[in-house]
């Protein structure tokens, strides 16, 4: 059973950072990649930043430049350094890992992420 633990959010003032953290734990744990999505109130799930196994990083949307992916291997976690936060970041934010099938097999209970003054 794979596990995901996530850690690092919270409430921010905008302008200001969060890094968010996420663990995972498990047997014959085969990871592709690793990614961060979230999901405002009333708006689908998306892809946020995502990074493989070899470093190779992958900003979908406008936040690169923003926000920072970056990958511990040995510890297999994975880590989301959110810099100049903006209200509309508010969310939840879920750890994710990409199985060898290339696939988002495995997802963490995620964390709340609140902007706001």
């Known amino acids: 059973q794979v596990q995901l633990v996530e850690s690092g959010g919270g409430l921010v003032q905008p302008g200001g950072s969060l890094r968010l953290s996420c663990a995972a734990s498990?047997?014959?744990?085969?990871?592709?990649?690793m990614g961060w999505y979230r999901q405002a109130p009333g708006k689908q799930r998306t892809l946020v930043a995502s990074?493989?196994?070899?470093?190779?990083?992958n900003y979908p949307g406008s936040l690169k430049g923003r926000f920072t992916i970056s990958r511990d291997n040995a510890r297999n976690t994975v880590y989301l350094q959110m810099n100049s936060l903006k209200p509309e970041d508010t969310a939840v934010y879920y750890c994710?890992?990409?199985?060898?099938?290339?696939?988002?097999?495995?997802w963490g209970q995620g964390t709340q992420v609140t902007v706001s003054s």
């Open positions: 990074i493989t196994s070899d470093g190779i990083t």
């Open positions: 498990g047997r014959s744990l085969s990871i592709y990649a």
């Open positions: 994710s890992i990409m199985g060898l099938g290339r696939t988002w097999d495995f």
